[in-house]
């Protein structure tokens, strides 16, 4: 995440007269008034949801969040009634957080509030801004639409508990300590490499990342998996996004080719650490992105990625989550074929917004 703009919402703020009414206003991240907006965002109340406030705010310091892109609507007593925030992040993208809607009433002043938000900075210029919502959530989902949004895809969200292995036990099977970075190489004796004997991969390093982004580009052709994003942004953003996603280790990142050149990549990160763990419980990782190019599938490839990102998931504790659109029945099959389950599922929405003047 970029760094913040504006200094940290102070912890007491102080009574001061609120910025208007009838029409979405900016708030600065610096103003007594952002502590009560944020909790509209969080809870639909400007008072009475401190824990979870508190929460909030200590992750957007910790991750440097920008939350410049604040706005509410006042209602007649002062207080904001509705709010949103568009948070900046990785790869020129934004996400969009509307607060929690209860009456279709609240629709259309919802919509106000996120032409807002996608038309001014820190989101204007940015190449997409993205929200996700619960299946459930059905007047937000007006809201979007009316707000100018669209939407993408059903995501599913999938696990694979794995092993159970920790950093402390012996290393997987394929483990090569020799390996750069740490990769991991299938042995052709070894089940979990079934099918990868005849590839070659290689790590992500400075050397090899042009390769990598022209396989990532490559698997786009022709693909199911949020087809609506193709084309909105460079690869250059669409890698660094994909960075950003978790903890990044060079040796989870692997590209794979035959004799022809390079043909699959597959992504990987260390789970970031969150409360949701027991104490000790090692995360796990994500599967980010696994892209197969034209050439290289019906050869059973994705498979076997998928049995090596099992086997590369151990040492950090070995279980796996990933998502999947709904609309990518070939994917859905390889991941359940693979032993992974349904978690939950998301509505992902999207918007271009206007470029800087």
């Known amino acids: 995440m970029p760094p913040a703009h504006d200094p940290p919402v102070p912890p007491h703020p102080a009574p001061r007269t609120p910025p208007g009414r009838d029409a979405p206003r900016r708030v600065s991240p610096n103003t007594p008034e952002a502590r009560t907006a944020l909790s509209v965002v969080l809870s639909g109340r400007p008072h009475g949801a401190e824990p979870q406030l508190a929460a909030f705010l200590d992750h957007a310091r910790t991750h440097q969040m920008d939350l410049s892109g604040l706005w509410a609507l ?11 925030l568009a948070v900046p992040g990785v790869g020129r993208t934004a996400m969009l957080f509307l607060s929690p809607l209860e009456r279709p009433a609240q629709i259309p002043p919802a919509a106000a509030l996120t032409r807002a938000a996608i038309a001014a900075a820190p989101v204007r210029g940015l190449a997409l801004v993205q929200a996700l919502l619960a299946p459930d959530e059905e007047l937000k989902s007006r809201s979007l639409t009316e707000g100018g949004m669209t939407r993408l895809a059903e995501l599913l969200y999938l696990h694979h508990p794995g092993t159970g292995t920790t ?22 004796k070894a089940a979990d490499a079934r099918g990868l004997d005849r590839f070659h991969g290689v790590p992500w390093s400075a050397h090899t990342a042009p390769a990598f982004a022209s396989v990532i580009e490559a698997s786009y052709e022709d693909t199911r998996d949020c087809a609506g994003l193709h084309g909105l942004r460079d690869i250059r953003d669409v890698v660094a996004g994909h960075r950003a996603t978790g ?23 260390e789970a970031a650490p969150s409360g949701q763990h027991p104490p000790g419980a090692l995360p796990g990782t994500e599967l980010v992105y696994l892209g197969v190019a034209p050439r290289g599938r019906g050869q059973g490839l994705g498979g076997a990625l998928v049995r090596y990102a099992l086997a590369a998931a151990r040492p950090f504790g070995g279980g796996v989550s990933l998502a999947v659109d709904r609309d990518n029945p070939a994917a859905r099959r390889l991941y359940r074929h693979a032993g992974f389950t349904p978690t939950t599922r998301r509505i992902a929405w999207t918007a271009v917004p206007p470029p800087t003047a």
Do not use: C, K
């Not at 006042?74 to 949103?84: L, V």
């Not at 950093?167 to 052709?188: F, K, V, Y």
């Not at 903890?247 to 990160?269: E, K, N, R």
């Open 247 to 269: 903890i990044f280790h060079p040796g989870l990142w692997t590209m794979w080719s035959d004799a022809q050149g390079p043909l699959a990549v597959l992504l990987m990160a």
């Open 74 to 84: 006042y209602g007649r007593r002062g207080r904001p009634s509705q709010a949103a």
């Open 167 to 188: 950093h402390a036990d012996s290393p997987p099977e394929l483990a090569d300590p020799m390996a750069p970075n740490g990769l991991i190489r299938p042995r052709s």
